[in-house]
C-alpha cells in the first residue's frame, strides 16, 4: 500500500461540525487505498480524547496543541512579513520538523493537504516532484473581503489586508500544487474568475449524503410524543 501524507488544520475527528465532517469523510475514503501519515492541530481541550481513535486509521500520527490566543498574537507577524495572517497562526516547526522526517524516511511521494494554511509545509522546490493536492474547501479570501464590508475602521482595514494577502498566497499554491478542490461549482467558478492560470487544475467535490445512514427505510426511536410541537434547527450557534 503506498504512502499519503494528509496534512490538515484541526484534527478531523468528531464529524461535529463543517471542516471537520469532510475532512474526516476524505481521510476514510483515502485510507482504504494509502497507509496515512497524518499531522493536524488540535484546538480544543475537548478533541485530546479523540486523538488514539484517530490514530488507529493511520501509520503514524503528529498532533500538536494550538492554543488560540496565542496563535493570534504570532498570527501579528505576517504583518512584518507581508503575509496573510492566517499563515503563522497555523505554523509550528515542529510540524514542519515532523512533515521532513516523514518524508525523508518513508519517500512519500503524494500528499492531501486540507486548508491553505497548511500547504505552506509542502511549498517550494524541494517539493516539486510530490504529487500534491489541496483542498481549499472554499474561497476563504472572499469571506474576509465580505467581513470587511460589514466592519468599522480600523479592523475593516486588517480584513481588506487579508483578503488580498490570502488570495495571493491562495493562488502561488493553486500554481505550485497539482490540483486544488472546492466544495461547490460556485466556489470553484469564483476560483477559477480570481485565478484564471490555475482554471485546468480546479476541481469540484461537494459534499455528500450516507444515504444507507440516512435512509427513510430504517426505523429509529422517535424522541417526541405524538403532542409536541417539534422545530428542528441544525448549524453552529456560535458562527
Known amino acids: 500500500m503506498e504512502d499519503l501524507l494528509f496534512l490538515v488544520h484541526r484534527i478531523p475527528y468528531p464529524p461535529n461540525k463543517g471542516d471537520k465532517i469532510r475532512s474526516y469523510h476524505i481521510l476514510k475514503q483515502l485510507e482504504r487505498s494509502y497507509r496515512i501519515h497524518l499531522g493536524a492541530f488540535v484546538d480544543t481541550r475537548e478533541d485530546w480524547q479523540y486523538v488514539e481513535e484517530v490514530g488507529k486509521s493511520c501509520a503514524e500520527t503528529c498532533f500538536l496543541e494550538l492554543k488560540p490566543l496565542l496563535a493570534r498574537i504570532r498570527s501579528l507577524g505576517g504583518l512584518l512579513r507581508r503575509q496573510p495572517l492566517t499563515l503563522p497562526y497555523y505554523f509550528d516547526r515542529r510540524m514542519k520538523d515532523w512533515v521532513e522526517r516523514i518524508i525523508a524516511e518513508t519517500g512519500v511521494s503524494r500528499a492531501f493537504v486540507f486548508s491553505s494554511a497548511m500547504a505552506q509545509y509542502l511549498r517550494g522546490p524541494d517539493y516539486d516532484s510530490m504529487h500534491r493536492v489541496i483542498d481549499f474547501v472554499d474561497v476563504d479570501s472572499d469571506k474576509w473581503r465580505q467581513y470587511s464590508r ?38 470553484c467558478s469564483l476560483f477559477m474568475r480570481l485565478a484564471p492560470e490555475t482554471k485546468d487544475r480546479v476541481v469540484c467535490l461537494e459534499n455528500g449524503v450516507d444515504v444507507e445512514y440516512f435512509s427513510p427505510e430504517r426505523e429509529y426511536r422517535n424522541p417526541y410524543s405524538g403532542r409536541d410541537k417539534v422545530l428542528v434547527f441544525i448549524g453552529a450557534m456560535d458562527y
Do not use: G, I, N
Not at 157 to 175: C, I, M, N, S
Open 150 to 187: 460589514q466592519k468599522q475602521w480600523p479592523m475593516s482595514r486588517v480584513y481588506r489586508r487579508e483578503a488580498a494577502r490570502l488570495l495571493q498566497y491562495d493562488r502561488a499554491v493553486a500554481a505550485e500544487y497539482d490540483f486544488s478542490v472546492f466544495v461547490s461549482a460556485a466556489e
